[in-house]
């Protein structure tokens, strides 16, 4: 376990409106939403981290660059398997809440803090706030799929992203009364910082300035964890980057299955093919806005795209956000090599599917979600 340094900076405060949760990276961009809306309206927070991310790329960036406070409260848990990081979370949280005492705790996404998060504060009898709520890939094996539905489940107030994730939990028998379709957090933040992040050029930093590139990100446990999944995507990868240029920010996961393989070998020696550590927001946000092609499994990736404008290849089987396909930029392409070869060469000849931005993903979710937090009772 990797200690953050465990900070506590509410020993002395009364008891908080919302208590927000962040662990992993994609919890960031949504909570930087939340928080600044509270504060508009009036409303105190406690962000507590519960460190299931820790280093500083995957974390400490994030804070920095989306202009969030530090962490009230870092829980420090750490890596390990599925049961160990959550149980951590969960002994930690306990005792947090009973300091904090707030009125509703909010989490995010569907990572393991969130489901862990929900559940002690459920059984504590707290109101429970799930943002990017109702949101199914229907693969029932997925640890985030578990991980989201369940939190929607325990949760007292449930904020989705899209109707399609409102039909989702009707299907399931939550009751409507407790849904609310407010849009997209990780899209107010994009919009937030959209021009400072394209202002960074950090495509010229890769030398790629006005030049067609794709940009490439894999870290789904179903992708890199599978040592012949993983090589097969990015043989082809390395195939496609003779026809124009790949970005690979690698994820930790993802590094650790690569170390010592053949085909980390084979693409070390492609001049075309960039890998570089993960990314800080900003210039992973530029990287995206300038590529002329993205490739990932990343959930939040196929919604930034969809926003964007930009084409997105999603490489795995199904997407919990059926709205970037239906209405956005995104392919569910698999990781079936010639279907990735298809598609990757469609955009790379200038096919451009024609998107619009899904309904309420206007930079607006944050209050509207605060909004009905804030007719909770003191
Ligand atoms: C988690 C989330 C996933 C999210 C992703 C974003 C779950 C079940 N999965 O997956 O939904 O899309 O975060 O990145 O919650 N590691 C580091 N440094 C860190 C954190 C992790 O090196 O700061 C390494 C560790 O060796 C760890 C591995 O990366 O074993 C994976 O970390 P883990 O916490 O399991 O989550 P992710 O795979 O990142």
Request: charged content about 25%; proline content about 6%.
């Amino acid at each position: 376990m990797t200690d953050t340094g465990s900070a506590d900076k509410t020993a002395m405060r009364p008891a908080s409106d919302l208590l927000v949760v962040v662990g992993a990276r994609p919890n960031f961009m949504k909570a930087a939403s939340i928080i600044p809306a509270a504060h508009e309206a009036g409303l105190t927070t406690t962000l507590v981290h519960t460190g299931q991310h820790y280093d500083d790329d995957l974390s400490k960036i994030f804070i920095e660059e989306l202009e969030l406070e530090e962490p009230d409260i870092s829980l420090g848990v750490g890596s390990g398997t599925h049961a160990t990081q959550t149980a951590r979370v969960m002994l930690e949280f306990e005792q947090v809440l009973s300091r904090i005492r707030p009125r509703v705790v909010v989490v995010v996404g569907d990572v393991n803090s969130t489901i862990a998060c929900a559940l002690v504060a459920r059984k504590e009898r707290y109101p429970v706030a799930h943002v990017e709520a109702g949101l199914r890939c229907f693969d029932p094996l997925m640890p985030e799929e578990i991980n989201r539905t369940l939190t929607d489940h325990l949760s007292t107030h449930l904020f989705t992203t899209s109707v399609d994730a409102d039909e989702n939990l009707a299907r399931e028998g939550i009751d409507a009364a407790t849904v609310y379709f407010v849009g997209n957090t990780m899209i107010d933040t994009l919009l937030r910082f959209r021009t400072a992040a394209v202002e960074r050029r950090a495509p010229a930093r890769f030398g790629l300035d006005d030049k067609p590139y794709a940009l490439l990100t894999l870290h789904r446990p179903a992708n890199v964890d599978e040592p012949g999944q993983l090589e097969e995507v990015l043989d082809v990868a390395a195939e496609l980057s003779a026809e124009i240029p790949f970005v690979f920010p690698v994820h930790p996961r993802t590094r650790a299955r690569l170390e010592g393989t053949a085909v980390a070998q084979r693409l070390s020696g492609l001049a075309s093919f960039i890998q570089t550590e993960p990314l800080g927001y900003l210039d992973f946000v530029g990287l995206v806005a300038g590529a002329h092609l993205v490739l990932t499994d990343s959930g939040g990736i196929q919604e930034e795209t969809t926003v964007l404008g930009i084409p997105c290849l999603t490489l795995r089987d199904s997407t919990e956000r059926p709205v970037t396909v239906s209405q956005g930029t995104n392919v569910v392409v698999g990781t079936d090599p010639t279907r990735i070869r298809a598609e990757a060469r469609k955009a790379i000849a200038g096919e451009r599917p024609a998107a619009r931005r899904p309904e309420k993903w206007d930079g607006l979710a944050g209050r509207r979600i605060v909004e009905v937090l804030a007719r909770l009772p003191r």
